[in-house]
């Protein structure tokens, strides 16, 4: 690089990473105090990439719960430290500060909230549209190459120019190359693994039934990992809520098994194998003259109950009044306690995080100012934070953005 002939730019503040976080701060500071002169540094060619394929192209702003001691629960790590800022800050704030700027959002019934235009290219618009209003510079093709600090500003070099800040934000995501230059700055950063992720399984029971769905709790075996909810069968395997909460609180122990583990899964959710029993029994008597695999049961989809019934060893001929001791158990058995063995994970295409960054221990969460180096903050998925699907991860976004905003302009 050669750094003599780059041009030299002074900014009051300047933000590295075009993305929600890094939007979401630069427009909140230059609103509170339009005086600042503020730079967004981006290393791609576009910006808000992220943003752009959010939620399956829809953006999933964020959820439907209000209260900040019930939203910080959605966070495997930043739990305890998102208390405070959801005091400051929390999705009741991000809904009206979009209605604020033009954007209305809704509620789904599993308490997602979109942009009623069912759109990310909305929320795209409205950033773009605040940026230009408020003089914000986006430099593009931007990539942070250096920091350093002298007594009175920061000296930013990126591929293009070196800049001159009394402040950074850093909201680069999880970025590796970021993350060493904190390290030389004296930050520890907690090793990143991915969340929210799928799991692959090999097995005739779930062969071919790509696209099915049953409400079924899930425990990985020698673990304390558990989760229920609606689990969704895909080509690759296992999905649905259950799976990514499950790869989302186990983000770390399921890497250190090298995404080879086994899971019990209980299609019946919460009836256990002794109530199981006693139901198959009920239904012998009732359905005596019946074929076992012929009407599925328990709600089961049919072609999955066929596949458990099969996995029983329980003939194709198989009527109820014929079904003997060791067939009943063993279809309890698959019903309640089946093992899967997971050889590997997917990507869940419409959300996905990476779990670690930014040791929260080195941040001020009253003001989200670096510990380690003054007038450096932080915003976003750079810091150890990160949650369940459902928008969890944007809210975390926007409150960090937020915060960084009001304590730089004070
Ligand atoms: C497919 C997908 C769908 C998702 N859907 C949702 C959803 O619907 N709801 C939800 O809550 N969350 C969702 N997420 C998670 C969410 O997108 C992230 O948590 C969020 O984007 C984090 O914002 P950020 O600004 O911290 O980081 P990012 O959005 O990653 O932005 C960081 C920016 O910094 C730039 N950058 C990195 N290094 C440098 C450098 N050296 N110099 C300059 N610039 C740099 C990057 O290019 C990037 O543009 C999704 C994630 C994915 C991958």
């Keep these: 690089m050669q750094k003599k002939n780059l041009l030299n730019s002074k900014y009051n503040i300047i933000i590295i990473g075009g993305g929600a976080a890094g939007f979401f701060t630069a427009i909140n500071i230059v609103e509170k105090n339009p005086n600042l002169k503020v730079a967004i540094l981006e290393r791609g060619k576009s910006v808000l990439e992220k943003v752009r394929i959010s939620g399956g192209g829809r953006c999933n702003v964020t959820h439907a719960c209000f209260v900040p001691n019930d939203l910080v629960k959605f966070y495997p790590r930043g739990e305890r430290e998102l208390k405070g800022p959801f005091n400051q800050f929390c999705s009741g704030d991000t809904v009206e500060w979009f209605e604020k700027h033009g954007v209305e959002l809704k509620i789904e019934d599993d308490g997602r909230m979109f942009p009623v235009s069912n759109s990310s290219q909305t929320i795209i618009d409205c950033f773009q549209d605040a940026v230009k209003k408020l003089k914000i510079d986006v430099l593009t093709n931007h990539s942070v190459q250096e920091l350093y600090r002298t007594e009175s500003h920061w000296k930013i070099t990126s591929t293009q120019e070196v800049f001159t800040c009394e402040k950074i934000v850093m909201a680069s995501g999880s ?19 991915p969340s929210l992720f799928t799991f692959n399984i090999k097995d005739p029971r779930i062969k071919d039934l790509m ?14 990992l558990q989760a229920s909810g609606p689990l969704l069968i895909t080509h690759w395997g296992l999905s649905g809520p259950g799976i990514l909460r499950l790869s989302a609180w186990g983000a770390r122990e399921l890497a250190d098994k090298k995404y080879q583990f086994a899971i019990q899964v209980n299609w019946l959710n919460e009836i ?6 006693d139901l198959l029994k009920e239904i012998k008597a009732a359905l005596a003259k019946k074929i076992v695999g012929k009407y599925a049961q328990f709600k089961l989809p049919k072609r999955l109950w066929e596949n458990l019934v099969r996995a ?10 014929d079904l003997n001791k060791k067939q009943t158990t063993a279809l309890a058995e ?4 089946a093992e899967f063995q997971v050889y590997g994970k997917s990507t869940f295409k419409e ?10 221990k080195e ?30 991860n944007f809210q975390n976004a926007w409150t960090g953005g937020f915060i960084v905003a009001d304590n730089i302009v004070k």
């Design 334 to 337: 698959q019903l309640t306690n």
């Design 211 to 224: 696209g099915l769905s049953a409400v079924a709790s899930v425990r990985v075996k020698k673990s304390k």
């Design 312 to 321: 029983a060893d329980i003939s194709e001929e198989t009527k109820w009044a």
């Design 272 to 277: 256990t194998f002794e109530e199981a029993i």
């Design 175 to 193: 970025n590796p190359k970021i993350w060493e230059l904190l390290e030389t700055l004296g930050h520890d950063i907690i090793e990143p693994v």
């Design 351 to 360: 959300e996905f995080v990476t779990a670690g960054g930014i040791d929260l």
């Design 363 to 392: 941040v001020n969460f009253k003001t989200m100012e670096s510990k380690v180096a003054p007038n450096l903050y932080f915003a976003g998925e750079i810091l150890n934070i990160d949650a369940i699907t459902g928008g969890f």
